[in-house]
């Protein structure tokens, strides 16, 4: 099934991994060892740098410069085999995986299929809302967004044209703050003088956030100023607001009902559903799994689990958040538990937060010190394109956000079609 | 209906123009005088950079870079109106047109459509061919030849890989010779080293022509050279090889049966069919508006018509082509017979002909001279890239170019899902 060249004396074996984020990516690049044949699936054929996912969604960014080939990307790396499928299924007695298309077997299984958005169990609202964890998300919120201008440009009754200019964004993490700053100024900015018989200028951005501050991993002073610059930008913010209803065309949060068919939900993750199909092991409340100390699955120490859909309190007893560092150290450390053999304990690297609140400005927090305003956001600039995979996808995003602060324009401002 | 400032003592004239490619935005650009007062209508958001379609099909350059959106090209016209809906069918009688959305009144009609692909009656081989006019078919066909290499890589039966590595573009025009040089270099050089179990480079481009000669508006030097260079880098060009029957998975053409799931026709194309709705208007064939000699309809001295659906034999005796600059000078004459109510006969300035063939060799002709190869490629590189819209595309496509130059890869190569 390769042409690697085989080490002498046996096969290699088979180590298969499972999504090709941060985690599943970074284990099949450390896995060079020729005593490994690596197999790496994913539903789809690229790896998708989903902290700038938000961009795309709001037509900063086009989908091809947040994403890069699994292919391209592995091309130097011989005993890896790219695959595009979709895992429905893991038999961890059989040895296992399940795919649309085939049943694959395995003698290391790694498990970074990632996360989903998460309703808490409110599933009945999904319908009415936008997630952000795709391409393919991002894509039907651009689509969505631009449009609502359009029909409000055409539309003739004066409440018709309030509920089309009206956006939702519910959870006041970093993804629902940046989205929410990134649409105002779409709206207050981008869009101001291209319309004539609407104000895009009137649109009206909520955040709402169920508990008391944006942010909560920040300091209070960072929580405050992001508060105050998404309001000074034009965003309503609601704090203290959960969410009780959604419907088509309105979310009820608090004692406030908001007409709007643009919600957005940042509120939550789940992990992926194939979770679920894992027979007798843990599972937190959002299906992550609770892996052992070595990452790998309790009584099952050749499957391992990373990224997003792992539920864990390291060996320094700290809580292992789902975002990108976590899961590319997971990745990092189960290849390494793979090659040696040696089964030590994942410890968490904190290497900071950082969140943007619309152009110019940002907060970040290292090492129990804080930043924020022009230099964070020079700070998440720089962080950022440093992570994107591909010199080429660094360059045009840099050009683009050049040029984007110079002018205020953004150049994915295209809809297109539904059904293509 | 618009905040322009009117003329003293009227109302301005209503100026509707329909479609937003080069003649309708041109047009559209043209008319600054406040006397009129103008409706730009377009089924997208966006006016679309046709001739570089072909590198969105083969994920040389995304989906953003060749597109703009109509409202920021013409966001400083501010006695435009642009309307984002799709035209069903024109009364001339009525002076109405009728949208999907709406019924619009005009007291000058332009009508800039544009064309589709055509069958030349055969309209039951659509189904099993990918067009190249819209950003659509362009990620259409991006989509289904990416997975082919990714099915061909997944499959075990050799006759199914060999059936899944098959190209056929039909037509040897220019979109024609740039499809199959660019999918040609595509799958022998992009693709080489990202695959395990199959070979990219054993991928088969097929480029069927009925006539005698490729791209026959060039002179016999430039085409043999056009079909020697395609030859060199792979393809194989089957001339005076009419097709005969095209079904699921194949194609008949001359006496040979090629089968493939990709055959992309770029043979004909035929005027949008709402030159259909036109009663008592005389169409050439292809569905195209005879006009007279200033674009005008016969009978119809308000309305109008440009571009590729325009059939039209100028003052000069000159067969007017469905090109670009053919348009532009459409558009631009008609808005100076509207300004000036002044009835001059439109003449066709030919400003050359130019086709790509891969990478570093393209053939042009000017005025009389001709050029080929490495010279002509630059010049066809200049040449795009001024006509292309906004200075972010021109930018962004420029460094898409150059990093592909030297490192042969597309930046593009994502598959996006079906339904979005």
Same mark, same amino acid.
């Given at each position: 099934m390769n042409s690697t060249a085989l080490p002498a004396g046996g096969r290699p074996e088979e180590v298969l991994i499972l999504g090709g984020g941060f985690a599943g990516l970074t284990c099949a690049k450390e896995l060079?060892?020729?005593?490994f044949h690596v197999t790496l699936v994913d539903r789809w054929n690229h790896h998708l740098?989903?902290?700038?996912l938000y961009q795309v969604a709001t037509a900063?960014?086009?989908?091809?410069?947040?994403a890069q080939p699994l292919r391209s990307i592995l091309?130097?790396?011989?005993?890896v085999t790219t695959l595009m499928d979709e895992v429905t299924q893991i038999d961890l007695e059989k040895k296992t995986v399940l795919t649309k298309e085939r049943t694959l077997v395995y003698d290391h299984l790694v498990i970074a299929l990632g996360a989903k958005t998460g309703f808490f169990g409110r599933n009945e609202w999904e319908p009415f809302t936008f997630g952000l964890k795709s391409l393919e998300d991002a894509m039907h919120i651009r689509r969505e967004v631009l449009l609502a201008f359009e029909k409000a440009e055409a539309a003739n009754d004066p409440a018709e044209t309030a509920r089309l200019l009206t956006m939702v964004v519910v959870g006041g993490g970093p993804t629902g703050v940046e989205m929410s700053g990134s649409l105002a100024e779409l709206a207050k900015?981008?869009?101001?003088?291209?319309? &004539?018989?609407?104000?895009?200028?009137?649109a009206h951005v909520h955040l709402i956030e169920a508990?008391?501050?944006? $942010?909560?991993?920040?300091s209070e002073g960072l929580t405050r100023y992001t508060r105050e610059h998404l309001e000074d930008i034009g965003v309503s913010v609601h704090l203290n607001c959960p969410v009780k209803e959604v419907g088509k065309g309105y979310v009820i949060a608090g004692e406030q009902r908001i007409e709007a068919d643009i919600i957005i939900w940042a509120a939550g993750v789940e992990a992926?559903?194939?979770? &679920?199909?894992?027979?007798?092991v843990p599972l937190d409340r959002g299906g992550r799994i609770q892996v052992q100390?070595? $990452?790998?699955l309790p009584g099952y120490p050749q499957v391992y689990a990373a990224g997003d859909l792992v539920s864990l309190t390291d060996v320094k007893g700290v809580r292992v958040p789902g975002v990108c560092p976590a899961a590319i150290q997971m990745g990092q450390h189960i290849a390494k538990v793979i090659t040696k053999g040696d089964r030590i304990p994942y410890a968490y690297w904190d290497k900071g937060s950082m969140a943007t609140i619309g152009r110019k400005a940002a907060v970040a927090m290292f090492k129990g010190m804080n930043f924020r305003g022009f230099f964070a956001w020079l700070m998440w600039l720089f962080v950022h394109l440093l992570f994107l995979v591909g010199m080429r996808n660094r360059a045009a995003v840099f050009l683009h956000w050049v040029w984007s602060y110079f002018t205020?324009?953004?150049?994915?401002r295209i809809i297109m079609p539904r059904q293509q």
């Open positions: 060079s060892d020729p005593r740098f989903q902290p700038l900063g960014l086009s989908t091809t410069e947040i091309a130097d790396h011989k005993n900015v981008v869009l101001r003088d291209d319309f &004539r018989r609407i104000d895009p200028t009137q508990g008391p501050k944006l $942010l909560p991993m920040f992926s559903p194939v979770t &679920r199909t894992l027979a007798g100390p070595d $990452l790998s205020w324009q953004r150049g994915a």
